[in-house]
């Protein structure tokens, strides 16, 4: 399209991601034009230290990320990650009337309000799909695709790094410490692997998915968060023994309660029956489960992160908001009307399974399941077996709250005839 | 959003997708009020019946399509299906600005062309989600998402009343004719099945998805097309003693020759490996395999049919229309700019599965191969088994052209070692 205007671009941040999407705007040059309407231009690449990125031109890197994101670019592309200096940059970019396209979920998570606020105010475009489950296009379909319809559900595999680590434990029966460094020397955990593997990453993007499925601002703060580190061999091997796995996984459920809508959101690990569509997601892909009204039940799959993939979900965002600029149209703004309220975890309704190490004399199942009765939480199966001198007791139970699970939990720990209360966890994926 | 002017809404159709649409526009009438920003209302409903439709209300109805088009509507939505009169409906409305929502398959897959060029030239937007796979959002993600990307291949089970006959042959054991016989009965198939199980259907949809991965104008005509009627329960149980299963699968394939790109699109059915993520969906369910060159691999699962699904689908679509009017926005509009040649099923790369019934005597192998050999085909793996008086034989090919497997076949057919051949079949969805 000769005389089109360049749409221009300024991207922040050259690590793994941003170093893919320099290649990907370089080598497909051609390929952007035609989908774009007109040519997309790499103004400028805000790095800390431009003599370490000899694999991009010299010539685009600047440290100097005010001045760059002041020039007259039009859209501002971020990959740096991180809340500060990340907010005050896109804030400028946005009131500037520059579209903004981010991957950055833990921004996201605890400052969409403002940022939506502010692209509004410009009338500029602000998308994220690279925030969660890298190349699966997910965030999309939410936001538009079942746009006339109800979501009721959002449970996922969010995180490669615990998915990699909890199906490994699974496969070879080791324990968590174990495959934690086996998963650490193959690179696919970080030297400090807290954001992974207690739950932020996953939680960021969680509330990330409750806002766009529900109509809500959710932040990170709002998700009930429950890491896979107390996740023992004893936990993976019960699983085993009733046909389930254990997965870490972000859930974002509406509950419906006299009429009036509220939303569970929270991520934490639970066994699902190895039949579940998600039981099959091993190593560092992602799969997120959807359902809805009308459409019913649907499944997003494929790869969570990684430079290649993550640059296809930020160059798709690109070429929206760059097709946006050429015909003068808006994406989708921020939709939170329904601000519909969190529940506490101990409100949200889940399923126990626990196992433990009893006395093996007469009378234990019923001091074990008065507890139950006594917290009014119902129990779906049970199975005892004797050993030699003791006996392992495993419980199901139907869903209750999960502050009674827990009290009933804790209660039952203190029995006298409860030798040892060997795995707590919760139950999801199953027909109630 | 008081005061806002309401969109107005044209359905054309009101079958058991318009039913579900009808619903979903009153019982969400609210939210889709504050998801686009404006009211959106039902003008009017052409239904060539109006006694007949006594679920919506009567004051809609109307046999006079062309009066309602006309009328000052925002947008017509059409679910009336086939290629006329849609056709000419819905490029009138085009024509006069009006945009359109389509879950028309048939009439998308020959004549796209035309219909994007009326949206393009009054600035109108043209939609159709729900054309492919029902509820499962993939046409956005394939035009939108992955916009940035190289989309290499789009092999999915797009057919729901094919898969559930596969699905119940694999099952039971039964044969072709016995099964389609009960998806009759349970309403799995229709009376007159052979858009189903000729692979009309699917064919559609694939030139549908070829046409959005590859940026280029592809129709139904191009579309190499074979149905299940001559999958046989020896098939199927050929297909089990290797560890595989039987699908109808809709393929869509860039080839790349000497640097110059072109596409292969076929329906057939296909072994696929049972580890394969689309060997488990079953029934009505469709599920889509994409892979792009950043974005690797993705799988999309969901419901493919059904009033409900689609209509969702439709909601989805319609949302977005009418966001796009509130904000004077556009849609994506055609990209065929590649204009990439579809090759002729010859040219088609693909790999055969062949179990024949041959002579147990010394030579046979050795006559069989040097068919092979003599047209250029390798073998990847071969089982022979005696049994009392005949033996046989199952060989599966490496990857060759289409034409070369046929001749290859037909001359083996001819051997008069070869007692029958039992069955041919392609095998997709292995590591080459």
């Known amino acids: 399209m000769p005389g089109r205007k360049p749409i221009k671009v300024a991207l922040l941040g050259c690590g793994t991601v941003g170093t893919e999407v320099v290649r990907l705007l370089t080598d497909q040059a051609a390929d952007l034009t035609a989908r774009v309407g007109a040519p997309v231009e790499l103004a400028g690449i805000a790095v800390r230290k431009p003599n370490k990125h000899r694999e991009v031109p010299a010539e685009l890197l600047t440290t100097d990320v005010d001045a760059l994101v002041e020039s007259d670019v039009d859209v501002v592309v971020e990959v740096v ?18 579209s903004v396209v981010t991957a950055n979920k833990a921004l996201l998570a605890e400052h969409s309000g403002e940022l939506f606020e502010a ?20 965030l999309r379909p939410l936001r538009e695709s079942l746009a006339g319809d109800r979501i009721t559900r959002v449970m996922g595999i969010v995180n490669g790094t615990t998915n990699f680590i ?46 766009l499925a529900f109509h809500s601002r959710v932040t990170a703060a709002d998700v009930h968060r429950e890491g896979i ?149 119902s129990i779906a199966a049970v199975r005892q077996e004797g050993r030699v001198d003791d006996a392992s007791l495993v419980i199901v139970t139907h869903a209750a709250t999960d502050a009674a699970l827990r009290s009933t939990v804790d209660k039952i720990g203190g029995l006298p005839v409860v030798r040892e209360v060997v795995s707590v966890m919760r139950v999801e994926g199953e027909e109630s």
Not at 119 to 127: F, H, P, R, S, V
Not at 298 to 327: E, I, Q
């Open 229 to 377: 580190a107390g996740v023992s061999a004893a936990d993976i091997a019960a699983a085993k023994g009733l046909g389930r796995t254990v997965k870490l996984l972000a859930i974002c459920e509406r509950v419906t309660d006299n009429g009036t809508d509220s939303i569970s959101v929270r991520v934490h690990p639970a066994m699902i029956p190895r039949s579940h569509p998600l039981a099959g997601v091993n190593g560092a892909f992602n799969a997120v489960f959807v359902e809805a009204d009308a459409a019913g039940e649907m499944m997003f799959y494929g790869k969570g992160a990684g430079g290649a993939p993550t640059a296809s979900a930020v160059l798709g965002d690109l070429v929206a908001v760059a097709r946006n600029k050429v015909v003068s149209g808006r994406g989708p703004r921020e939709s939170a009307y329904a601000a519909l309220p969190v529940r506490p975890m101990g409100h949200a309704s889940t399923k126990y399974h626990i196992s433990l190490d009893v006395a093996d004399k007469p009378g234990v199942l019923s001091q074990v399941a008065a507890v139950f009765a006594e917290h009014d939480v």
């Open 81 to 98: 990650g991180g809340i500060e200096p990340a907010r005050t940059w896109l804030l400028k970019a946005l009131k500037a009337g520059k």
């Open 166 to 211: 909890l199906s490994g434990m699974d496969s070879t029966g080791a324990g968590y410490a174990e495959t934690l460094e086996e998963a650490t020397r193959l690179g696919y955990a970080e030297a400090d692997p807290t954001a992974d593997v207690d739950g932020f990453d996953a939680a960021s993007k969680a509330a990330i998915l409750a806002s």
């Open 119 to 138: 692209a509004d105010a410009a009338g500029a475009d602000l998308y994220f799909e690279a925030a969660v489950a890298g190349a699966i296009p997910l």
